[in-house]
């Protein structure tokens, strides 16, 4: 039994330092504008000053709907949805 507890609470502590990790990963990236490989490539050009990215908004995030939504899995509601996801489907233009 002591053996079991100590193998769940490495594994606990895996878990936890893993998504610790991507959250703070995924706040950086909005924090600077930049992905991961996007700043190691920049990073490795030796061009990481040269950058000119913006913080990326919230709103891009979350989109404009109420703050109670953004803990449930629908669908967010955003101003441009062309300019968020960066394209538009045939199906958007003939709207």
Same mark, same amino acid.
């Given at each position: 039994?002591?053996? =079991?507890?100590?193998?769940? *609470?490495? #594994?606990s502590?895996?878990?936890l330092l893993?998504?610790?990790s991507m %959250? $703070?990963?995924?706040?950086?990236g909005? $924090?600077t504008g /930049?992905g991961t490989?996007d700043?190691?490539?920049?990073?490795?050009n030796?061009? /990481?000053g +040269?950058a000119? &990215? &913006?913080? %990326?908004?919230?709103? +891009?995030v979350?989109g404009?709907?109420?703050y109670? *939504? =953004? #803990?449930?899995?629908?669908?967010? /509601?955003?101003?441009n949805? +062309? !300019?968020? $996801?960066?394209f538009s489907?045939p !199906?958007?233009?003939?709207?």
């Open positions: 039994l002591t053996q =079991f507890v100590r193998l769940v *609470t490495i #594994l502590l895996g878990a893993f998504t610790s %959250i $703070m990963n995924v706040t950086f909005l $924090m /930049i490989i700043r190691l490539k920049k990073k490795a030796d061009t /990481i +040269d000119v &990215e &913006e913080p %990326i908004p919230l709103k +891009d979350f404009i709907g109420a109670w *939504t =953004f #803990l449930f899995p629908i669908d967010p /509601i955003f101003d949805y +062309d !300019q968020v $996801m960066g489907t !199906q958007r233009l003939l709207r």
